[in-house]
């Protein structure tokens, strides 16, 4: 059974390629979510800011909009700080240790049959499948 | 006109995040829960992004982008400890929460305090990663 889920997946996952491919033809950039608010944060990419300062915003605020007119916003991330602070901390320093994240290595990496990009994708969803196995599994924390 | 083209990708990349439903941590840890109740949501967007990707690298081979500069060249194949480890790290707090950085920042006008939160510690990550990696890069390596 087809469900409505998947198709919204997959159609959300299309704009999603579709921003990539903007950001590589008309700017010349693979679009790495890690990448560019790394390089904003510890200013190793003080030289670009204004372009990753741009996409970030954009990545911020059509959202915003969105879920502010059809509604829908909801993340159901956990509500104890310290797991999100942990997580937060863990993601932080993986996506900058890995040199990208979901969107890099994962849409930018794997379309470019980028070796690298592949490896990364199937280490962080070892992790992640260990990670839920473990939180939610095992200790029954999340 | 970067900065346009700019703030459309990441506008554009925001909406797609919105509509493919990965700003919802429960379909992000139900993709990762192979041992519970598995959602594969997760990957049709993957494949659906890498379709325009995958056309989008082969138009490319022998251009330049269109407003300047020139194309990413394909790093060298290196898979060292960096990118095998800080893929682990990064995708057990990905499992942890059910945000990466993209949705982190797109669900940030709704995520509440725990976003707020989330978003706050991946930014002190990536800050604390800097002299960590310094630091690992400088130990004597084994022989």
């Keep these: 059974m087809l469900q409505f889920e998947w198709v919204t997946g997959a159609l959300g996952g299309l704009i999603i390629g579709a921003a990539g491919a903007l950001f590589l033809l008309a700017n010349g950039r693979i679009m790495g979510a890690s990448g560019l608010i790394g390089g904003l944060v510890d200013g190793s990419g003080r030289d670009s800011w204004k372009e990753r300062a741009a996409f970030v915003g954009g990545l911020f605020l059509v959202p915003a909009i969105l879920a502010f007119a059809v509604g829908g916003g909801q993340t159901h991330v956990s509500p104890n700080l310290w797991i999100v602070a942990s997580a937060g901390i863990l993601v932080g320093i993986g996506t900058r240790f890995a040199n990208g994240c979901t969107s890099g290595h994962g849409v930018c990496g794997i379309s470019r049959l980028s070796m690298r990009g592949i490896v990364a994708t199937v280490f962080y969803l070892i992790g992640g499948g260990i990670s839920v196995l473990l939180f939610r599994h095992i200790l029954g924390v999340i | ?143």
């Design chain 2, 1 to 143: 006109m970067r900065l346009v083209f700019a703030a459309l990708s990441g506008g554009l990349f925001g909406t797609g995040l919105f509509v493919s439903g990965m700003t919802d941590s429960r379909k992000v840890q139900g993709w990762l829960d192979i041992f519970g109740d598995w959602d594969p949501t997760l990957a049709f967007v993957l494949g659906g992004a890498i379709i325009p990707m995958f056309f989008a690298w082969r138009l490319t081979e022998g251009r330049r982008p269109a407003l300047g500069g020139v194309f990413p060249p394909k790093p060298p194949v290196r898979l060292d400890g960096n990118l095998i480890v800080g893929s682990l790290v990064f995708g057990m707090g990905w499992g942890l929460a059910g945000l990466c950085p993209g949705p982190a920042i797109a669900s940030l006008s709704f995520g509440g305090q725990s976003g707020l939160v989330f978003a706050l510690a991946m930014v002190v990550g990536m800050l604390v990663a800097v002299p960590l990696r310094a630091r690992l890069d400088a130990l004597p390596r084994p022989a």
